[in-house]
Every structure is written in structure tokens, then in C-alpha cells.
């Protein structure tokens, strides 16, 4: 008989993302524009590969960049 790897499980429903990446928005003070690092740590989460304080880094560092000025939005 053939053994085979135990992987990560990834039986989790699109909902279950859904509600874990709300939670992730809820709990960092809903920023806008974060849609996407919310999402992929709810997933990772859910694969047992990351913790919520991973995008409190990312959201983080996007913050301080977005009020730097270092944006192509502005005058010029």
C-alpha cells in the first residue's frame, strides 16, 4: 500500500475566507484599500501558514508609505 503526504488542509469555503478576512478588517480598524492582504492572510490562516499579525505588518507599512507622499498622485 502506496502512503501518502499529509498536507495542509484546504477544505474551507469561500464564505470562510470571506468571514475571516472581515474579521482581520474589523479587528486593524477597517482600512480602506486592503482588500486583497486581508484576503490572502485569511486563506493563509486557514491553511494553518500564517497569523493575523503578519498583515498588521503589511497593512502597516502601507500606511506609513501612502502618507510619505511617495505616491504618483500627487502634484507634478
Not at 475566507?17 to 472581515?22: E, G, I, M, P
Not at 492582504?37 to 494553518?48: N, S, T, V
Not at 497569523?51 to 502618507?67: C, E, L
Amino acid at each position: 500500500m502506496k502512503e501518502t503526504q499529509m498536507e495542509p488542509s484546504t477544505n474551507f469555503t469561500e464564505d470562510q475566507v470571506r468571514q475571516r478576512a472581515f474579521e482581520l478588517w474589523k479587528k486593524r480598524g477597517c482600512p480602506e484599500g486592503h482588500e486583497a492582504e486581508f484576503w490572502r492572510q485569511a486563506e493563509r490562516e486557514l491553511k494553518g501558514e500564517g497569523s493575523a499579525s503578519d498583515i498588521s505588518k503589511s497593512v502597516s507599512a502601507n500606511a506609513a508609505s501612502a502618507k510619505s507622499g511617495s505616491g504618483s498622485d500627487g502634484p507634478g
